[in-house]
């Protein structure tokens, strides 16, 4: 699991409604030999294993950034924090840690993060709140629109990462806005619970939901599956809404470290994904 301070627990943004735990099915399973994917899910695949790095990293960003804020004597004058957008500077990512309200937010501190590292000297605090830059706030729009959807959450902790998507990040064709759960407890890891909704390109229009899957399932990540009394190869799962692993799985990989064994029903086909990178199996 990627480790972060523990003072981040409480830090995550939660939100709690419908939901509830799916026990994990055990079973046997000796995982086969890699092949070559279809070309009918090839780029699929390919797009689905960008999507999750760049996830996962912009979420990451976003929680450095709130921890580093904790470390800060400036505070932002006790403005309660809402939220936090993650958006490409370059090389960087910058976050605004964004106070206020949905409808009239305000920035109260902005740090870049690099290469999973707080960039030293980055660190600007708005005492009194700035002004969202142009790009910051048509993401931030598209988020406070995402959350109009509620798509039915898992009970825990939840984080928010969003994504312009087109060739020109200065004229987005329309958002991805993800909604990750994620548990605090590093033996468990959540493989359901996780959405993702399509945001038109003006922000205020909801274009399409999807869940990851049907429950709010969980594994633990003490008791991986083996075949036999062979040494611990992964965790095994089935994927009954794709043919193929999505971003939650892919997230999952990188977030515990953690070799997933995906059975899609949908063509009777295993795949493995492993740090981030997914492949077929024979």
């Not at 920035?107 to 999973?116: A, F, K, L």
């Not at 629109?145 to 998507?165: D, K, R």
């Not at 959405?195 to 709010?216: M, Y």
């Not at 990188?254 to 492949?279: A, M």
């Amino acid at each position: 699991m990627v480790h972060l301070p523990q003072i981040l627990l409480a830090l995550v943004l939660a939100a709690s409604t419908l939901g509830c735990a799916a026990k994990p099915r055990h079973e046997a399973f000796a995982p086969g030999k890699e092949q070559a994917v279809s070309e009918i899910y090839r780029d699929d695949v390919r797009r689905v294993e960008q999507l999750g790095h760049v996830v996962l990293e912009k979420n990451l960003a976003g929680l450095m950034a709130m921890n580093e804020t904790l470390r800060r004597k400036d505070s932002s004058n006790g403005e309660p924090t809402i939220g936090y957008i993650s958006e490409a500077i370059d090389d960087r990512l910058r976050v605004s840690v964004v106070g206020g309200s949905a409808e009239a937010p305000k920035v109260y501190h902005r740090i870049d993060v690099e290469h999973r590292e707080v960039v030293q000297g980055s660190y600007s605090g708005f005492r009194d709140g700035a002004v969202l830059s142009e790009n910051a706030a048509l993401l931030w729009k598209a988020r406070t629109t995402a959350l109009t959807q509620n798509p039915g959450f898992c009970p825990g902790t939840y984080t928010t990462v969003v994504l312009p998507l087109g060739s020109d990040p200065k004229r987005p064709a329309g958002y991805y806005v993800y909604f990750l759960w994620f548990s605090t407890d590093p033996g468990i890891l959540n493989i359901g619970g996780h959405f993702r909704i399509k945001v038109g390109a003006d922000g205020d229009q909801i274009l399409e939901s999807k869940a990851f899957s049907n429950s709010c399932f969980q594994l633990p990540t003490s008791d991986p599956i083996a075949p036999g009394d062979s040494e611990a190869v992964g965790l095994y799962m089935t994927h009954l809404l794709a043919p193929f692993p999505e971003e939650n799985h892919v997230i999952a990989s990188l977030w515990n470290n953690q070799t997933l064994f995906v059975g899609t029903t949908e063509n009777n086909s295993t795949w493995k994904v492993e740090k981030g990178r997914i492949s077929l199996l024979k």
